[in-house]
Nanobody, 115 residues
Framework: QVQLVESGGGLVQAGGSLRLSCAASRRIFSSNVRGWYRQAPGKQRELVAAITSGGSTDYADSVLGRFTISRDTAKNTVYLQMSSLKPEDTGVYYC?????????WGQGTQVTVSS
């Protein structure tokens, strides 16, 4: 079993920045995909960014050029650097891990961007 713990959410003004972190409780599968999803009120959960164990990344069009996903394999941690934040970025951000044929999720961290 792997537990994911997110941190770094909060309230920020439009144009500001936040950095989210997601630590896994133990060393994870050599082949895996780490991701960040978000869910705004009344909307479905959507993929924001993902990174493979090989370092390939993928981003939602809405965050391209503003968000950066990265990982520290030694710390079993993935990060989401968010810049030029917009009110529409508001939501609960969830960390994910896909590996060994299973999906794991963190508990979520709230990000609120005020206009």
């Amino acid at each position: 079993q792997v537990q994911l713990v997110e941190s770094g959410g909060g309230l920020v003004q439009a144009g500001g920045s936040l950095r989210l972190s997601c630590a896994a409780s133990r060393r994870i599968f050599s082949s895996n995909v780490r991701g960040w999803y978000r869910q705004a009120p009344g909307k479905q959960r959507e993929l924001v960014a993902a990174i493979t164990s090989g370092g390939s990344t993928d981003y939602a069009d809405s965050v391209l050029g503003r968000f950066t996903i990265s990982r520290d394999t030694a710390k079993n941690t993935v990060y989401l650097q968010m810049s030029s934040l917009k009110p529409e970025d508001t939501g609960v951000y969830y960390c994910s891990l896909r590996g060994g044929g299973l999906d794991y999720w963190g508990q979520g961290t709230q990000v609120t961007v005020s206009s």
